[in-house]
């Protein structure tokens, strides 16, 4: 596929009707597919942390609540409905072992921050691919509104 956009860590991109969306490197981070089928209008998100607490909110793409709330309102203001709209999510993995207990299982609670936020913002989560210990690739092709999971050591998944 010529169109390939790539997302950085704590960044958003959107497509309409085609273009395959990809980001790398989802240890403890998660990549959040949107997507609205009735316009083919997808996002993918990829956001490091599960709340920003950060004063003065400078990137609000880095945090799971406020990151999948910009996106959502940014992809409304390109036409998507919010009833229409699905998510699809990859990421999460325990990366390290912390012997001190300090940092906790941050994948862990990305996931969990990821699937509270969805809820609270009305959004159907239709498929994951979640936790583990090894970091994955997402690809997002927003013509068909398919995800594909690269990961070392295992099987290409579509989610």
């Known amino acids: 596929m010529a169109n ?24 403890s981070c998660i990549g959040i597919c949107l997507y609205d089928p009735a316009i083919k209008l997808g996002a993918l998100v990829h956001i490091m942390l599960p709340l920003n607490m950060e004063t003065g909110r400078k990137n609000p ?10 996106t959502l ?7 998507a409905s919010r009833s229409r709209i699905t998510a699809k999510i990859a990421g999460g993995a325990k990366m390290f072992e912390d012997s001190g207990g300090s940092l906790g299982n941050i994948g862990q609670r990305n996931i969990e921050s990821v699937h509270m936020n969805l809820k609270k913002e009305g959004i159907r989560l239709l498929k994951e691919d979640v936790g583990g210990t090894t970091a994955r690739t997402l690809l997002f092709d927003v013509g068909s509104g398919l995800g594909c999971i ?3 050591g295992r099987q290409e998944l579509i989610i």
């Open 4 to 27: 390939k956009v790539t997302i950085g860590i704590a960044d958003m991109k959107m497509a309409k009707g085609e273009g395959m969306l990809v980001t790398y490197a989802l240890g």
């Open 150 to 152: 690269r990961s070392y």
């Open 73 to 79: 309102k940014q992809m409304e203001a390109h036409g």
């Open 61 to 70: 793409l880095k945090y799971a609540d406020t990151g999948i709330r910009e």
